[in-house]
Each structure stands twice: as C-alpha cells, then as structure tokens.
C-alpha cells in the first residue's frame, strides 16, 4: 500500500457498481467490476467487507457451472 486510503465514497461507490453487475445477471460485468475493485483495493487499502467480491465470483463460478 502506498498510503493512500480508501475513501467511504469510493469503497461506495465500488459497491454500487458491484450490486448493479450482479443484478445484471452478466458474469463478465461481475468479473470486471470485482477486477477494477481489487485493484483499487491493491492501491488504497482493502475494506473490511473485502469478501462481498470474493462471493459474487464464488456466486457467478458455481452458477456458470450448474445453472439450474
């Protein structure tokens, strides 16, 4: 970390973008957005709630795989 810091509009911001992907249905839309948030997150600081990301790339890998 460079020291910068994760600001609450950003980590907001990143979470927004992340439901709307989700809600979208299309994995490459999740994949993407959890991409651009890692490397905000390698950049600024990790959150707290860092695994939100993991699980919709757990979620979408484990639907692509079964999807009924």
Do not use: C, H
């Amino acid at each position: 970390m460079n020291g910068y810091k994760l600001t609450q509009s950003e980590l907001t911001s990143l979470r927004s973008r992340l439901t709307r992907a989700i809600n979208s249905g299309d994995s490459a839309k999740v994949l993407s957005e959890v991409e651009n948030a890692y490397a905000i997150f390698e950049e600024k600081g990790w959150p707290d709630d860092w695994s939100r990301w993991e699980r919709a790339i757990e979620d979408f890998r484990a639907y692509k795989s079964n999807p009924y």
